[in-house]
Each structure stands twice: as structure tokens, then as C-alpha cells.
């Protein structure tokens, strides 16, 4: 059984860099065909994809918020992590890690396995 | 940016069935993916390629897919089934490979 599990702060402070971590079990970061994934909602609205890493190394992410994402993978500690830059109150959410599993389109997962969310606040 | 579009809320009685539509210009050529949202849990995924029920789904979940929309229909519905559902898709050429819709609550009269 797939597990993920997220960890990080949960109070980020305005204008600076959020960091989370997704320790999965069960599975590999390594696997191919795999979307390793970053998923947020803010309280009370609907969900926005973030990015990936994928295969190698690769990453994709939200147009929206490319110039301040950056996702990561540890192998050895079969971890990956999340750095968002330059965050405000919008940034405020519940963030999700999960597995993206390829749709049989390139590039484009659907998500088969999530982690219970964390909630980051941005506030001073 | 590319958009899906969900009625914000459907409203059925116990046992009735529940259409819950997503459209999209993209999707004659993208896949359809839904999933269930209870209060305060993770997102599960009920539908994935449009009409493929994952394993340990109910039957009464069924997914289909026509022109530019996609449909989750959920038959005999029950209490539990009471919860916010997201399709998600992809624009034509993947530029935005992961887009959710706005989400539509589906109330259990």
C-alpha cells in the first residue's frame, strides 16, 4: 500500500520561502511512469495543481507559479519536497503531496494516491 | 489559461441518480479524471480515462464522455456519496498537463 505523508511548518511568514517535504513508502521516487506531486487548496475553495518531478529529474509546473516553485526528490531518504518563494496571504492553503500515475498520455497523471494534507497559513 | 467548467452544486434524494458535468474545449482529445472530496479529507479518485472505475470504487459511480464534456453519474445515491467532486484534465497539447474543475458540491436531499 502507497503511503504519503507531508511535513513542514505550518506558519510561513510574508515574502518568505515555504518549505514541505512528502516522505513516501511503499512505492519508490524513482519508479518511472510516476508524476511525484504537489496539489494545494486554500480553506474553503477548490484545488490547484502545483508541479511535478517526474522520471529523472524532470519538472512541470503550474504556469501560475513557475518562477516560484522548485521540486526536489532525496532518493536515498525516498523524499520529495516543495519550495515556494515570496509567499502572501494567497498562498495560504492546504497542501497535498500525491502520486501522479500516468494517464497513457505523456506527461498528463491522474492522482491514485494522496497524502492527508498539511495546512500552511502565511500571516506575521 | 485553459478552464473546466462544473455547475457549482446538484442537489439529488436518496436513491436518484446525480450528473455532475465538466466541460472543457480540450477534452474530445484529453482524458477525464474525477475524484470525491469529504470534509476535511484527501481527495479520492473514482473515476479515471473517462469512464474506468479504480478498483474498490462502487458500481454506482460511472463516468462518460462526449464532445467536449465529461459526465460523473452516480446511480442509487446514497447518504455517504454527500461530498465536493473535481473533475481534472489537460489542455490540447499539454502545456497545462494537470487543470481541476471549480468543483461541484453534491448535496443529499
Known amino acids: 500500500q502507497v503511503q504519503l505523508q507531508e511535513s513542514g511548518p505550518g506558519l510561513v511568514k510574508p515574502s518568505e520561502t515555504l518549505s514541505l517535504t512528502c516522505t513516501v513508502s511503499?512505492?519508490?521516487?524513482?519508479?518511472?511512469?510516476?508524476?511525484w506531486s504537489w496539489i494545494r487548496q486554500p480553506p474553503g475553495k477548490g484545488l490547484e495543481w502545483i508541479g511535478y518531478?517526474?522520471?529523472?529529474?524532470?519538472?512541470n509546473h503550474n504556469p501560475s507559479l513557475k518562477s516560484r516553485v522548485t521540486i526536489s526528490k532525496d532518493t536515498s531518504q525516498n523524499q520529495f519536497s516543495l519550495k515556494l518563494t515570496s509567499v502572501t496571504a494567497a498562498d495560504t492553503a492546504v497542501y497535498y503531496c500525491?502520486?501522479?500515475?500516468?494517464?497513457?498520455?505523456?506527461?498528463?497523471?491522474?492522482?491514485?494516491?494522496w497524502g492527508q494534507g498539511t495546512l500552511v497559513t502565511v500571516s506575521s | 489559461s485553459y478552464e473546466l467548467t462544473q455547475p457549482p452544486s446538484v442537489s439529488v434524494s436518496p436513491g436518484q441518480t446525480a450528473t455532475i458535468t465538466c466541460s472543457g474545449d480540450?477534452?474530445?482529445?484529453?482524458?477525464g479524471f474525477w475524484y470525491q472530496q469529504k470534509p476535511g479529507q484527501a481527495p479520492l479518485l473514482v473515476i479515471k480515462?473517462?469512464?474506468v472505475r479504480p478498483s474498490g470504487i462502487p458500481e454506482r459511480f460511472s463516468g462518460s464522455s462526449s464532445g467536449t464534456t465529461v459526465t460523473l453519474t452516480i446511480s442509487g445515491v446514497q447518504a455517504e456519496d454527500e461530498a465536493d467532486y473535481y473533475c481534472q484534465s489537460a489542455d490540447n497539447n499539454a502545456s497545462e498537463p494537470v487543470v481541476f474543475g471549480g468543483g461541484t458540491k453534491l448535496t443529499v436531499l
Open positions: 480540450a477534452l474530445p482529445k484529453q482524458f
Open positions: 480515462k473517462d469512464n
Open positions: 511503499g512505492d519508490s521516487v524513482s519508479s518511472g511512469d510516476v508524476y
Open positions: 500525491a502520486r501522479g500515475h500516468e494517464s497513457g498520455y505523456h506527461l498528463i497523471p491522474y492522482f491514485d494516491y
Open positions: 518531478i517526474y522520471y529523472g529529474g524532470s519538472t
